[in-house]
């Protein structure tokens, strides 16, 4: 194959003919440019020249070869002509690598909110407002660290704790906390190495990833990096083409991954303004070809761009397909309520995780917290429990062990950590993560020996009070450290004067 010189792909810098190089290949995009889920502009902006950069951190890395003709694989880019060009150091740049080497040192890091605080400062800031945004007044995402707060500890005592073991089995799978990293989209915007770090962090702590549809490393690329037997666990979105979400289902069966968590909380992403005020703020600063009218809508965010191929019409109707095409438990990720949760008990579903998505979907929902009380107490009804074939998961603003205890008492079977681990790696990499599994395990030792439970199984709905739980008003302590490093939500800005 004849190698292209860099000149000839500046020759397609327009809307009429567009070429583009991703990791030293030539693309020709003309006909793509409408279809782009991040709209045409993004890639206009890079026309006739080098995209690599922007394209890396939100696209895993078969993305053109799955949405790109073959014919329109132009060739690779002849590197004798590539001027090497010394990447401009920018005052930002500057700055960022200055807080880099400023950060505290890790063993100063003594808790998970550390993380987040040290994640807000160093992050790029289009990193920070995509991972940090949630839906409309992100009332639910603060309220998901609030409902911890309602719940109360009846702690036993004079129970010989002097040996505490906190390792569990989740969905048959061996696992060192009842902890599970959850799926968390786009990793490179944090990390160089991604959703990697998680992979690795975790084989070495015995820990569960659930790895999510929309990494940014690709789906062989996590499994290659586990070590053997390590399980891992599958988050989905389902594609309008069917046929696409069927060979990707089978393929991470094929794989090893042990359970599928399809998400049904988001047939819409839900609007997160710090993301989408980011984005106009971006737009602001010009593309290099102007964009013409039919352009996607400019606000929409990262997430919402890249989420076009999501089925809105997924149904109950749909459960027994997945039935059909995959022996891995099949888990709801997103359910709120009672009845959906006897539906999917109903439907045959091994379990569901109690989540409103971290606060970036139906604002003003109720915690996972809460929903568990109603939802253990509706299952309690139509079957045995602890249900062994049927398991309840939390996630949404948890922090400490000490509230994955609480939820444990209330009857879930483990816990879901996202933020928390992605701010972990995106400040330390993967010894970020290393660390933050380490302290929740000594939080853990800490507070099973406080409330007296020597085993995962001797922490029991007794062991708290959770009367106050469903009242949304009342007086407890500030949580200083959740709301040091909440982000308050901004309104619009005035451009320079
Ligand atoms: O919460 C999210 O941001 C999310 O789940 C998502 C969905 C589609 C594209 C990117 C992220």
């Not at 968590?261 to 984005?279: N, S, Y």
């Not at 139509?382 to 939390?394: A, C, D, L």
Request: proline content about 5%; charged content about 25%; hydrophobic content about 40%.
């Amino acid at each position: 194959m004849s190698l292209i010189p860099t000149s000839a792909v500046a020759e397609h810098a327009s809307r009429d003919s567009c070429w583009i190089i991703v990791h030293s290949k030539v693309y020709d995009v003309t006909e793509f440019l409408d279809e782009h889920p991040g709209g045409s502009k993004i890639i206009l902006k890079y026309a006739g020249g080098d995209a690599t950069e922007a394209y890396e951190p939100i696209h895993p890395p078969n993305a053109i070869l799955d949405n790109l003709p073959i014919e329109k694989h132009i060739g690779a880019i002849d590197p004798n002509t590539v001027v090497k060009v010394v990447k401009q150091v920018t005052e930002a740049d500057k700055r960022r690598q200055a807080l880099m080497d400023a950060r505290p040192p890790l063993d100063e890091i003594l808790n998970l909110h550390d993380f987040e605080a040290v994640a807000k400062v160093v992050l790029p800031e289009k990193a920070w407002a995509y991972y940090s945004s949630a839906s409309d007044d992100e009332i639910t995402i603060r309220e998901n660290r609030a409902a911890f707060q309602r719940v109360w500890f009846r702690p036993r005592i004079l129970r010989d704790v002097s040996s505490v073991d906190w390792s569990t089995t989740i969905l048959g799978c061996k696992s060192s906390l009842p902890v599970y990293i959850s799926a968390t989209a786009l990793g490179k915007l944090g990390h160089p190495d991604g959703e990697l770090n998680l992979t690795r962090a975790a084989a070495k702590h015995g820990v569960i990833q659930m790895i999510p549809t929309l990494a940014s490393c690709s789906f062989d690329e996590i499994v290659d990096a586990a070590s053997p037997g390590q399980p891992l666990f599958l988050q989905l979105y389902v594609n309008r083409d069917r046929e696409i979400t069927k060979k990707y289902v089978q393929h991470a069966e094929k794989r090893g991954v042990k359970a599928l968590f399809i998400t049904v909380d988001a047939p819409q992403l839900g609007r997160r303004e710090k993301d989408m005020r980011m984005k106009s703020v971006d737009d602001s600063a010009g593309a290099k070809v102007q964009e013409n009218q039919s352009g996607v809508k400019k606000d929409q965010g990262v997430s919402r761009a890249i989420s076009s191929f999501i089925d809105p019409s997924l149904s109950w109707k749909d459960i027994p397909w997945f039935r059909s095409i995959t022996n891995m438990h099949i888990i709801l990720k997103g359910v709120s309520t009672p009845e959906d949760a006897i539906l999917a008990y109903e439907a045959g579903c091994q379990g569901i995780v109690l989540s409103n998505h971290g606060g970036r979907q139906l604002d003003t929902s109720r915690s996972g917290l809460e929903n568990l009380v109603d939802i253990v107490a509706a299952l309690k009804q139509r079957g045995p429990w602890p249900n062994p074939n049927f398991s309840v998961f939390v996630d949404g603003g948890v922090r400490r062990a000490s509230d994955v205890i609480k939820a444990l008492a209330l009857g879930a079977s483990a816990v879901g950590i996202g933020r928390g681990f992605l701010y972990a790696f995106s400040s330390y990499g993967q010894e970020g993560v290393e660390r933050a599994i380490e302290i929740l395990r000594d939080e853990f030792e800490m507070n099973m020996r406080l409330i007296g439970a020597r085993t995962i199984s001797e922490i029991v709905p007794d062991m708290v009070d959770a009367s106050a739980l469903h009242s949304h008003v009342g007086i407890t302590p500030s949580d200083n450290l959740y709301n040091g490093t909440y982000q308050p939500l901004g309104t619009a800005q005035f451009r320079q004067a």
